[in-house]
């Protein structure tokens, strides 16, 4: 167990739809990072949250938001659903803005 | 855009011998991790390199940073089974539009018994 915890581990939904992913950093950790993960692409960074607000913006689409509440777990929302979109998901933490990462187990998205 | 290339892509080797993957940049960071991911998990930190030139030693797993900071490398020593996993390198930098990391696409390293 990493420390950071990520829900639901698998997503299974139609295209259109909307999900919401969620992740709980490991305790202390201020910073959530949201990477996406495909086969061909490796690990495309989304989005990073310090302490409720948004630190950096990768790669990350329109359809796509996140935010990092009080109690500092973040969720990813995913919306107007595409094939492309299958891929995993995860989420990090980290205590400052620099040093390694904690990562979670990963939510794996299928968009059928 | 700050880009790491990962070599070789693939590796599958026999149980015993010794392998060195590589990664490579045009550009410097200011630290560069190694992590290794098993299917269905996350990355795990394997170790953080800051300084050019560093060497660290992990049991079998020896990584270097390159002394200009552009490029590093891990090399395992009497690979295991075990050993068998994805190897992703991360660039580390201040600032910008990638967060603070830069990940490789990794090395799909396969231990045969």
């Known amino acids: 167990d990493s420390g950071v915890t990520q829900t639901p581990k698998h997503l299974i939904t139609a295209t259109g739809q909307r999900v919401t992913l969620r992740c709980s950093p490991r305790?202390?950790?201020?910073?959530v990072y949201w990477y996406q993960q495909s086969l061909d692409q490796g690990l495309q960074f989304l989005i990073q949250?310090?302490?409720?607000?948004?630190?950096a913006k990768g790669n990350i689409l329109e359809r796509f938001s996140a935010q990092q509440f009080p109690d500092l777990h973040s969720e990813l929302n995913l919306s107007s659903l595409e094939l492309g979109d299958s891929a995993l998901y995860f989420c990090?933490?980290?205590?400052?803005?620099?040093?390694?990462?904690?990562f979670g187990s990963g939510t794996r998205l299928t968009v059928v | 855009t700050q880009l790491l290339e990962q070599s070789p892509q693939f590796l599958s080797i026999q149980e015993g011998e010794n392998l060195t993957v590589y990664c490579n940049s045009s550009?410097?960071?200011?630290?560069l991790q190694w992590y290794r991911q098993e299917p269905g998990e996350g990355p795990v930190l394997l170790v953080t390199?800051?300084?050019?030139?560093e060497v660290k030693k992990l049991k079998r797993l020896t990584f270097q940073f390159g002394d200009a900071r552009k490029d590093s490398s891990l090399h395992i020593t009497a690979a295991q089974p075990g050993d068998t996993g994805l190897y992703l390198c991360?660039?580390?930098?201040?600032?910008?539009?990638?967060?603070?990391?830069?990940f490789g696409k990794g090395t799909k390293l396969s231990v045969k018994p």
């Open positions: 949250y310090y302490n409720g607000e948004e630190r």
């Open positions: 390199v800051v300084t050019g030139g």
């Open positions: 990090a933490s980290s205590a400052r803005d620099r040093g390694g990462y904690t």
């Open positions: 991360a660039g580390g930098y201040y600032g910008g539009s990638q967060g603070n990391l830069i």
């Open positions: 550009s410097v960071f200011s630290s």
């Open positions: 305790s202390g950790d201020l910073s």
